[in-house]
T-cell receptor
Framework: KQEVTQIPAALSVPEGENLVLNCSFTDSAIYNLQWFRQDPGKGLTSLLLIQSSQREQTSGRLNASLDKSSGRSTLYIAASQPGDSATYLCAVKYDGQNFVFGPGTRLSVLP | DTGVSQNPRHKITKRGQNVTFRCDPISEHNRLYWYRQTLGQGPEFLTYFQNEAQLEKSRLLSDRFSAERPKGSFSTLEIQRTEQGDSAMYLC??????????????FGPGTRLTVL
């Protein structure tokens, strides 16, 4: 069964800290992996998309890495801000057209 | 606004009633997806359209659920004889016409369904 897990489930940090969110997947035969942000009661906002042939992607203060062999991806957030507070979800695309989502990491950045 | 839109944003209904949700994808996107999300969980895939053809359906999509995309543009998701367990956020996403490996999905704001 293709499963995606995320650790930690929740994280609280003071403003300015660098932090790492983890995503693990059981089946390494992936097409790509996408990181999303979700604010309470809202839809998902795409942050970064990593193809299976790539090792990392960067956008502003965000950096996502992918290690297919170990079934892991990390999302690094530099110099965190209170506006970064949200739930962060990773989603893995396998053969077929659906994404398998993790349960998310709920991040709180304290001013 | 050229993003994915969904209507209504909120729906409260009584158990046993039928409800229908609408999704308008980004105009040049030929792929459309429906997901369901319950509190504290990630979205779960329901179904996928490429143009007007429904190509994949999850086992989560019971007989009471039906989805259509008649002209390959907007899509509707209908739930018949709603049950309290159907209460969830229903999310729609679309994806552009690209190779299968580059399937970045863009999500709408969701429709929150509450079944009383």
């Amino acid at each position: 069964k293709q499963e995606v897990t995320q650790i930690p489930a929740a994280l609280s940090v003071p403003e300015g800290e660098n932090l790492v969110l983890n995503c693990s997947f059981t089946d390494s035969a992936i097409y790509n992996l996408q990181w999303f942000r979700q604010d309470p009661g809202k839809g998902l906002t795409s942050l970064l998309l990593i193809q299976s042939s790539q090792r990392e992607q960067t956008s502003g203060r965000l950096n996502a890495s992918l290690d297919k062999s170990s079934g892991r991806s990390t999302l690094y957030i530099a110099a965190s801000q209170p506006g970064d507070s949200a739930t962060y979800l990773c989603a893995v695309k396998y053969d077929g057209q659906n994404f398998v989502f993790g349960p998310g990491t709920r991040l709180s950045v304290l001013p | 606004d050229t993003g994915v839109s969904q209507n209504p944003r909120h729906k409260i209904t009584k158990r046993g009633q039928n409800v229908t949700f609408r999704c308008d994808p980004i105009s040049e996107h030929n792929r459309l997806y429906w997901y369901r999300q319950t509190l504290g969980q990630g979205p779960e895939f329901l179904t996928y359209f490429q143009n007007e053809a429904q190509l994949e359906k999850s086992r989560l999509l019971s007989d009471r659920f039906s989805a259509e995309r008649p002209k390959g543009s907007f899509s509707t998701l209908e739930i018949q004889r709603t049950e309290q367990g159907d209460s969830a956020m229903y999310l729609c996403a679309s994806s552009p016409r690209t190779s299968a490996s580059y399937n970045e999905q863009f999500f709408g704001p969701g429709t929150r369904l509450t079944v009383l």
